[in-house]
């Protein structure tokens, strides 16, 4: 296995050829000495010190296409010689993007998906780095950006006392502005702000955040560390530091963090925060993600964008100023190696960057909720509910068949970000209103199916529940219910026998107010050819209009309250990287059919394997236990 990597650095070499190196070298100085001229002056140390160190960067990425190569020219630009990268299932393009820059940066490029266990695949990383003759290892992350204080980064590591093993480096965090709500390549420049006095760590700073003395942005994060390259070499969670023996306080070097870099980077802490909560991690731990989890559960999430971002030199902590001070630092970092960058808007591919967080988190989780929502349909009722609310169409929104909530969950929040009702409606475990032909696919699909259930999988996203309707959906009357045309959005997704389907359709329509959208699901399985003939019925009758069509469900309107939604839906497919649509004439109806385009996936000369703890030398523990690491293309969003 070790020899398998020898092979790979090997390549890796010939394959970068000596020149390509030297002109890598050339530019980085030039950036390297722009970067020095901004940092401020340096303590005066006399020391012996090592010369001509080989200063490796070791990353572990998830998601971070829009800052990813600005973090790598900056860090080649002020001290590192090679980079080690493993990417942990990106779907935003990261790795893609990674892929394209081992042409002119040394990186050794890893895919490993699956948990992220960040303490054994940096130090696996860290290792490997040893073995390969690095002097001096950095962990980034790629909201991380370190500088030396008063000479580049590189100088104040070759002129470091041998002694010194570990160099324990103070973290400033900078606060973005509230304007910015989606991560996008240039979004750091903007990041002038740091707090005026910071707290901790330590104390119950927990308490300080959650009862609004303080905010989040505020606190002083642990120290993070550069360790001296040992074949033992081991980097605590998250690279803080933790107390390590060896260990010199440094103020010649400073990490500047962008922890918030937009509101959209709120989407993955949730869902960091989520799994922290249903895996039931203790008390204190990730108290701050949890609490982000918890604050998109109850809808308050809004309020503390405000308390993480600045206004007019200030953030908002329960409604009171708290002053930031300004400092370039982290702008001028960014914008000296900008001109090397080249990334734009159109490499990155980030779906939820542009939702709300909780709808953006739930969207990371979909996959684990049971149900029939593919990810595709979930972003195009994220698009048409923008529409909607564009347009200034209001309503309720109102499903038929929920079984566990994987639509209703969506649903759920589309309403709320709204101020809309959500009801929803199933048989749930009442086998009894189910009809004799409909039984024994009921009895296949949602045999373990139950209101409880369901309820239970809703509330993990949501405080509050929706209107439920226990019943047959067929005798649901619109007119006793005082519902007629009061809703924007109907999922039809219930019973699939034919005439069922049918009056659910009715339903829909008498339901829906001018603008209002039905999406009928189940239109293609083939074990239910009663929902496909209902709804092609439709179509041919003319008065219903065929919108668009995806794997699994038709949208149309009975009143397209004067949007031209075909020409907003091809609008949306062309901004969309990785869709496509083509029309199809469907009985004189000019209807869409949206896909999502396969990506091709990474070639695997792009790729190295970085060798597992017990392959490498050091020993075989590091903390976290994983599963062997599998090279594999991202999953798309
Ligand atoms: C395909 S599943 C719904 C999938 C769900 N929308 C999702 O996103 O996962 C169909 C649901 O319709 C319910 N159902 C079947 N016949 C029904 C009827 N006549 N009235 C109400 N609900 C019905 C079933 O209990 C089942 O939960």
């Not at 440094?250 to 989407?267: F, N």
């Not at 959005?489 to 026998?497: N, S, T, Y």
Request: contains cysteine; glycine residues 8%; proline residues 5%.
């Amino acid at each position: 296995m070790w020899h398998d990597t020898r092979v790979s650095v090997t390549l890796l070499v010939i394959k970068f050829g000596i020149r390509r190196i030297r002109n890598f070298r050339s530019q980085s100085k030039r950036v390297s000495a722009a970067s020095a001229t901004h940092s401020q002056a340096c303590t005066t140390e006399t020391m012996s010190y090592t010369r001509s160190v080989k200063v490796v960067g070791l990353y572990l990425l998830r998601n971070e296409a829009d800052i990813i190569e600005t973090n790598l020219r900056h860090h080649f630009a002020v001290g590192i010689d090679e980079a080690i990268v493993i990417d942990n299932g990106s779907a935003d393009g990261t790795l893609e993007l990674l892929a394209n820059l081992t042409e002119d940066m040394p990186i050794q490029l890893s895919s490993e998906v699956g948990p992220m266990y960040q303490q054994e695949r940096v130090t696996r990383m860290a290792r490997l780095a040893t073995l390969q003759g690095a002097d001096w290892l950095l962990p980034i992350d790629a909201d991380e950006f370190w500088v030396g204080t008063g000479a580049p980064l590189r100088h104040v590591l070759e002129e470091t006392p041998s002694e010194a093993r570990l160099l324990v480096v103070e973290l400033v965090n900078f606060v973005q502005s509230r304007d910015v709500l989606a991560a996008e390549p240039g979004c750091l420049a903007s990041m002038s702000m740091t707090p005026e006095r910071t707290f901790g760590p330590g104390g119950d700073l927990p308490r300080m955040v959650r009862e609004e003395e303080i905010g989040f942005v505020e606190i002083r994060y642990t120290p993070k560390c550069v360790h001296r390259a040992t074949p033992d070499a081991t980097v605590s969670k998250g690279n803080h530091y933790a107390g390590e023996r060896g260990a010199t306080p440094t103020d010649r070097i400073t990490c500047l963090h962008a922890p918030l870099r937009a509101l959209s980077t709120l989407t993955t802490k949730l869902d960091h925060g989520r799994r922290a909560f249903e895996d039931g991690v203790p008390g204190e731990a990730s108290w701050h993600v949890k609490r982000w989890w918890q604050m998109a559960r109850d809808g308050t999430l809004d309020r503390e964008w405000e308390a993480l971002s600045y206004q007019d030199g200030a953030i908002t902590v329960g409604g009171r100023r708290r002053e930031l001070v300004r400092d370039d630092r982290l702008r001028h970092t960014v914008t000296d190696v900008a001109p090397l960058v080249r990334t734009t808007a159109a490499d990155v591919h980030n779906p939820t960057a542009a939702m709300p967080p909780a709808v953006g988190a739930y969207l990371l989780a979909l996959e684990t909720v049971p149900g029939w929502l593919s990810m595709l349909d979930f972003r195009l009722l994220v698009e048409l509910d923008r529409l909607q609310r564009h347009y200034g169409i209001g309503g309720d929104l109102f499903e038929i068949g929920t079984y566990l909530g994987k639509s209703a969950i969506l649903l759920g929040h589309l309403a709320r970000l709204a101020g809309d009702r959500l009801t929803v409606c199933d048989v749930f475990e009442h086998i009894e209103l189910i009809d004799q032909e409909s039984f024994p696919g009921f009895n296949h699909w949602y045999s373990t199916l139950t209101e409880r259930a369901f309820v239970e999988q809703y509330q993990r996203f949501h405080a509050e529940l929706p209107e439920i309707i226990v019943g047959a959906s067929e005798t649901i009357d619109v007119k006793q219910l005082d519902r007629a045309r009061t809703c924007r959005l109907v999922h039809v997704d219930g019973g699939h026998r034919y005439d069922i389907v049918r009056a659910d359709a009715s339903t829909a329509q008498q339901l829906l107010s001018p603008g209002g959208i039905v999406a009928f699901g189940g239109i293609s399985a083939s074990h239910f050819p009663g929902t496909a003939l209902a709804v092609w019925e439709l179509v041919l009758g003319r008065e219903f209009t065929p919108l668009c069509l995806t794997g699994g469900k038709l949208y149309g309107t009975w009143d397209a309250g004067g949007v031209d939604w075909s020409a907003r839906i091809d609008e949306w497919v062309s901004q969309e990287r990785d869709l496509g649509s083509e029309i199809h004439t469907l009985a004189g109806w000019p209807v869409r059919r949206v896909f999502a385009h396969e990506r091709p996936p990474v070639p695997a000369e792009k790729l190295v394997r970085i060798p597992d703890l017990e392959d490498l030398p050091g020993g075989a523990s590091a903390g976290e236990k994983r599963p062997n690491p599998s090279p594999s293309p991202s999953p798309s969003l």
